[in-house]
């Protein structure tokens, strides 16, 4: 077995010091509790503050945990909790539909699909739990590019592959979709990654309102779209069902 990394016990030593300690710590403080060379010390912490893990105080030059790191420490929580509140209504809304739902999470500058409910047909398909999709060209990714200002961060440092004619690539061009995503409450995307697929996502937000996930209907463009529009009534659907995945995790309505 490989050994331990040490420069990474560290910074882990660090992060616990911080989490269990008093609120702010100071380089001293930090270099004494765990019997480093302020160097060392002050090295690590200067990397993690540079990942946003660690803060620094302005004033008083004390270190405290960054907000980065507990937006990961909430977003695996959420993760868990996400897909077990939206478990009937995700199956509920593939079998009104009669199409393909998935649930999504921003994760590494792409959608995690964290929950995957196939058609309630006979026809041969994947499970696609675990698989990624991307931010720019899915209605999932659009939706969380549009509400979440780490993936609109993730989509600018991103590469945008043009996966068929109708993938919007540009940054302004999706931009300008998004404000429309937010306006109107789901975000769409038609042929955009794969050709004959259409989708159709909705928010899922937490109580405090923050943006956890989005769920999104995918089906052959035929069957979604009429007049290369998406159905009215499927983006009815969609929205209800995020609507109400967002109320069991305690969001107020909207």
Known sequence: MAGSIQSLERAAAILRLLAGGERRLGLSDVAASLGLAKGTAHGILRTLQQEGFVEQDPDSGKYQLGAELLRLGQSYL????LRARALVWADDLARASGETVYLGVLHQRGVLIVHHVFRPDDTRQVLEVGSMQPLHS????????????????????????????????????????????????????????????????ALI????????????????????????????????????????????????RF
């Open 78 to 81: 959420d993760v868990h909790e």
């Open 138 to 201: 899915t209605a999932l990714g659009k939706v969380l590019f549009a509400h979440d200002p780490v993936a609109r961060a993730e989509l600018q440092e991103s590469e945008r592959e043009a996966f068929t004619p109708r993938t919007l690539t540009e940054l302004a061009d999706l931009d300008a979709e998004a404000a429309q995503i937010r306006e109107r409450g789901w975000g769409a995307a038609v042929e955009e990654t794969w050709t004959g697929v259409a989708s159709v996502a």
């Open 205 to 252: 937000q937490d109580r405090r309102r923050n943006p956890v996930g989005a769920v999104a209907l995918n089906g052959p463009v035929e069957r979604v779209c009429r007049d290369g529009v998406i159905r009215p009534e499927l983006v009815v659907s969609v929205r209800e069902a995020a609507r109400a995945i967002s109320r069991d995790l305690g969001a107020p």
